[in-house]
C-alpha cells in the first residue's frame, strides 16, 4: 500500500497521459512540460485517457518508484482539463482512489492541532 508520509506535495497530470511510457519518460514529462524536479519527495500521477488506469511515480533515496494501479470495474473522477498540473491534498488523492471525486461536499474540514505552550 502506497503511504503517503513525508510527500510534499502531490500533481495530478491533466488530460490523458499514454501509461505506455516507462519511467524514464514520466520523469522528462514532469520536468520539461510541466516544469516541476522529479526528484522532489512529490507524487506525480497519471491517468490514462479510459480513466481506469493511472501510474503515480515518486523518487525515493536512490531510486523511482512507479506504482500502477488498473480498475476492473469503473473509473477515477479525474479533473477534466488539458494541460499543465492540478496540486491536490493526500486527502483527495485517497479520495480520487477510492472511486470518489475530489471536492467531497460533505465531508468533514481537516483540523490542525494547535500546540500549547
Not at 519527495?41 to 480513466?51: A, I, M, Q, S
Request: aromatic share 12%.
Amino acid at each position: 500500500m502506497l503511504t503517503l508520509a513525508g510527500i510534499r506535495h502531490v500533481y495530478l497530470a491533466c488530460g490523458p497521459t499514454d501509461l505506455r511510457k516507462s519511467i524514464d519518460s514520466l520523469a522528462a514529462l514532469v520536468q520539461e512540460n510541466f516544469g516541476l524536479d522529479p526528484f522532489s519527495p512529490c507524487l506525480f500521477v497519471f491517468c490514462n485517457r479510459g480513466r481506469n488506469k493511472l501510474k503515480i511515480l515518486y523518487w525515493e533515496h536512490n531510486g523511482f518508484w512507479l506504482f500502477y494501479r488498473r480498475l476492473e470495474r469503473g473509473t477515477f473522477r479525474w479533473p477534466s482539463g488539458s494541460e499543465g498540473t492540478v496540486t491536490v491534498t493526500s486527502r483527495e488523492l485517497r479520495w480520487l482512489l477510492d472511486g470518489l471525486e475530489l471536492r467531497q461536499r460533505q465531508a468533514h474540514p481537516q483540523v490542525i492541532a494547535e500546540t500549547v505552550i
